[in-house]
């Protein structure tokens, strides 16, 4: 059943009810040609960019207005865009009172310009500048972010407005859509609480190879929450529509660029045919229903504007979209309210988009287990690693040049987007299937679940593992891999 949505307060435009079904991942054609960019896209790709970190308003809504610290005097920052294999400059202005770090979240790049205080970059000092100098590669839809942590302090890390898009072009020919947009998902002012909706259960239940005999039943600590969401820098209902024509296709480059929360997001009446995952093409093309996205992942997905009208793109949880994560999609000559429908029920699967395995595992296995300590960092949480802390100097060696499958066991109670710092991860197993050719730098393992992934540990330097939760982060959860 449709409800149609009277434009009012943001936070109360779009309400929804429960709807059962299943997801469809059906096989679809490619469009020709890349998918990086439609012809005459207004931005060019440059050889120097400039960063300048400071305060920053973020005008929601006409009745909610937030402050921040963001880049260039916007959030999201300035897209950047690059050309693979051609060196670029990106001069970075802090004029804040706090140390800072820029991290090229995909990048294939040396540990001294990644953006990580772990793996030893230099730091962007208070009222002081720091150039970054790389060669951009691969080619696909990456982003860039602050690195610092948080801990106590939601007013800094990945809780504030520092982040953007960055793109790197490929030789291909750049696809020909009809339009193309790049749409953040943001959640803003965080809070700590115990008590908080849990979206990680919006799926299926998964298999749950690593769910303990015996729960903890300890009290838990604090986590981070937020009740007011937006894509880019406007709440559902406050910003200007994307106004589309029948028959048009649609190019969405999405970003999970939450500090706190995986996503998810449906137009109701249309499927998303997802053609890269984190920037990357996937072997096998497929059109669902809904997305979800962890925090740091992004997807490519075009549409076919099929159903005229006038669409909700958001959130199917309604507290979510409630509060702010949508945005209107206009067909043209429709003139009448927001509608929303609750999509089929979810199940997002990466191997949807995967291949039959073809190759043997590699011989070199590295295990992570990982575990949650209620209240085991005062009233927070912590996290382990195989049972010890942060930062395992001697635990994760590798060899240069070798080809490792890596195993997560997930012995939380949590859905974790878990992040290798330059490296690519192909996905060989993960809700108890094999699969392979789904390239990703960012890897969502389920709650209890247990996932391998395979990586060439061809980028010599100490690099960086960890849940891209900031909270989950700040208190534990990572570690330094290390070359021998």
Known sequence: MRHLIQRRDFLKIAGAAAASGRLAGQQMQMPPQSFLAPAGTPDVAKTEFTLQIAPVTVELAPNRIVSTIGYNGISPGPRLRMKEGVPVTVNVVNNTDVPEFVHFHGLLIPSDVDGSEEEGTPVVPPHGSRSYRFTPTPAGTRWYHTHTMSMDDLHRGSFTGMFGFLIVEGANNPGRFDQEHY????????????????????????????KPAVLDTRPVGLEVASDIYSINDKALGAGEPIRVRPGERVLFHFLNASAIENRHLALPGHKFNVIALDGNPVPTPAAVDVLMLGPGERIDAWVEMSQPGVWILGAPEDPVREGGLGIVIEYANQHRTPQWAAPPKSSWDYTLFGKPPSQPAPTERLDMAFEKVPRGAGKFNSFTVNGKSY?????????????????FHNRTDDAHPLHLH?????????YGKATSGVIKDTVVVPTYGRASVDFTADQPGATLFHCHIQQHMDYGFKALLRYS
């Open 391 to 407: 930062p395992h100097d001697q635990e994760f060696l590798l060899k240069q040049g070798a080809r490792y499958r890596l195993t």
């Open 183 to 210: 749409l953040a998902l943001r959640d803003w002012e965080p809070y700590f609480t115990n008590t908080m909706m849990d979206t990680d259960d919006l799926d299926p239940a998964l298999a749950q190879p690593e």
């Open 422 to 430: 330059r490296h690519q991860l192909e996905i060989a197993e993960i």
